[in-house]
């Protein structure tokens, strides 16, 4: 019954933030360059890129046109690697100038004691950095030997400061699965105390590439994991939002899931795109800053982020949960959107029968 | 007057259902929000003996790797963490580079996000 009011509620606040679709969060692909070439790439990057950086005045052209800024509002710069950017700390101040707050995801390969200090002048505020298993795993992934050592190198100088919120997050896979709790302590010896972990949505180059997307019985048990965890309270471990995870939540989170995409997110992508999360298929991109008012395409357009009836689709279409899922995060929606890319409920449900039938 | 309604009613909705993270989220790929518990220090230092800039001065906070050095116009300007009782060091690292100076050390009280100063030094 407490818990039937406790979903109600949050369904009524989920449709009036949708209703009200604040501005909180914009990423940046400022770049599509990157320093490394990792096999779970959802984003196809590469060291030398087809795409020019964009212009910073192309993007400040853009965000000026906000008419009312949200309290938090903090743009996100993401790539690519961002640090690949010489004038990241430029940038950062012109909008700390304009009352934005800023921050980076970053492989950390290029985060050094220098970096660290420059971007820490120039106002950052939030930080997420990449660690994704002990030094075998993590490297296979990135598939660089040399980025485990890095990365950590970025994480104590993190951790230095007690200026920075930031937050480690790692994808779970085949290779780390049984790592997590390795992981847990090196990351609690280096002072860190949020951690998020994700699966890899079988996008890019992961697309190809097995090992990376667990079964149904490892994400159980990823979910297991974070739940214990979230008793322990050790370190703040969260599953991050990519999807609905049915009886697990909101054991595995702060709240029950809310894919934010177009109703809170937004982004301003390589070419000039108007769109949410950069993971999302670009076919539904809204608009472009060279052609269009940014701020008017995120108040008068993102109908279908806003509406997400059109999902019930496919095996959502009959879907009892549908009402808390609504088609699962939306970069979830990839091709010829007539299904869901991956449902994680249904992974869970699954080994839920098979664990009854035994 | 509507907004602030509609504040309210968001805050009771969202709080019937029992959950910390309503106002505070972030993407699945982004990064945690800012809290913004920083300040932005300015300022320029001057020679006491002639008035003129001085470049090069290395300004630092105290207990904290964060630095900066002075510009041609003796300028700098950086955020830092807000704390009370910040210290702030002005060391010339450069030897007699543009002349010789003794250090500083200020203590800065009253913070407001943004702070201006202007710091003179004395010759050795």
């Given amino acids: 019954m407490f818990s039937s009011i406790k979903k109600y509620s949050f369904r009524k606040f ?11 969060y914009l990423f940046w692909e400022c ?10 790439c959802g984003s196809d990057c590469s060291k030398d890129s087809s795409h020019q950086d964009m212009p910073a005045e192309d993007f400040f052209h853009a965000i000026d046109t906000i008419k009312e800024i949200s309290q938090n509002f ?3 710069f993401t790539g690519g690697e961002p640090l690949l950017r010489k004038d990241l700390e430029l940038c950062g101040k012109e909008l700390r100038k304009r009352g934005f707050k800023w921050s980076i995801v970053t492989n950390g390969h290029l985060y050094d004691k220098q970096r660290h200090i420059s971007l820490l002048n120039a106002g950052l505020g939030a930080l997420t950095i990449s660690l994704d298993g002990t030094n075998k795993s993590h490297n296979w992934l990135r598939n660089n030997e040399k980025s485990f050592d890095k990365v950590i190198n970025a994480i104590e100088l993190a951790s230095s400061s007690n200026r920075i919120n930031f937050d480690i997050v790692t994808c779970v896979n085949q290779k780390n699965i049984n790592e997590l709790e390795q992981i847990k302590e090196l990351l609690i010896s280096k002072n860190v105390k949020a951690w998020r972990l994700f699966t890899i949505i079988p996008i890019g180059r992961a697309s190809h590439n097995p090992d990376l997307t667990l079964t149904n019985n490892q994400f159980v048990q990823l979910m297991d994991f974070i739940v214990e965890c979230r008793k322990s309270k050790e370190i703040d471990v969260k599953f991050s939002c990519e999807g609905y995870v049915g009886k697990y939540e909101p054991l595995v989170r702060d709240s029950y899931f809310f894919c934010r995409a177009g109703i809170n997110i937004g982004s301003i992508l390589i070419d000039g795109s108007i769109s949410a999360c950069p993971n999302i298929d670009r076919t539904f991109s809204q608009g472009n800053i060279y052609t269009d008012n940014f701020y008017s ?14 999902t019930k689709l496919g095996q959502c279409e009959s879907c009892k949960d549908f009402k808390d899922c609504q088609g699962n995060g939306f970069h979830n929606w990839h091709g010829d959107k007539k299904n869901v890319l991956v449902c994680h409920n249904e992974k869970i449900e699954k080994t839920t029968k098979c664990q009854h039938r035994v | 007057m509507i907004n602030m309604r509609r504040n309210v009613i968001r805050k009771i909705v969202g709080g019937l259902s029992l959950t910390s993270a309503m106002f505070v989220f972030q993407a699945c790929y982004g990064t945690p929000q800012d809290f913004g518990l920083d300040l932005l220090i300015e300022g320029q230092v001057k020679s006491k003996a002639t008035g003129l800039p ?3 001065i290395k300004v630092s906070v105290a207990d ?32 007699t580079q543009n002349g010789l100076y ?5 203590v800065l009280t009253d913070l407001s996000k943004k702070m201006y100063l202007d710091i003179v030094l004395e010759e050795k």
Wanted: glycine share 4%; with cysteine; aromatic share 12%.
């Fill in chain 2, 54 to 56: 001085i470049k090069g």
């Fill in chain 1, 31 to 40: 770049t599509t360059r990157c320093n490394l070439n990792c096999l779970h």
């Fill in chain 2, 102 to 106: 003794a250090n500083k050390d200020t």
């Fill in chain 1, 297 to 310: 395409v995120w108040e008068n357009k993102f109908q279908p982020f806003r509406d997400r009836k059109w």
């Fill in chain 2, 64 to 95: 904290n790797m964060q630095y900066e050095l002075t510009d041609e116009e003796g300028m700098f300007s950086f955020y830092t963490e807000m704390l009370e009782g910040l210290k702030l060091q002005f060391q010339d690292i450069d030897s």
């Fill in chain 1, 74 to 76: 903090t743009v996100v």
């Fill in chain 1, 14 to 24: 989920r449709d009036s933030e949708t209703k009200r679709h604040e501005l909180n």
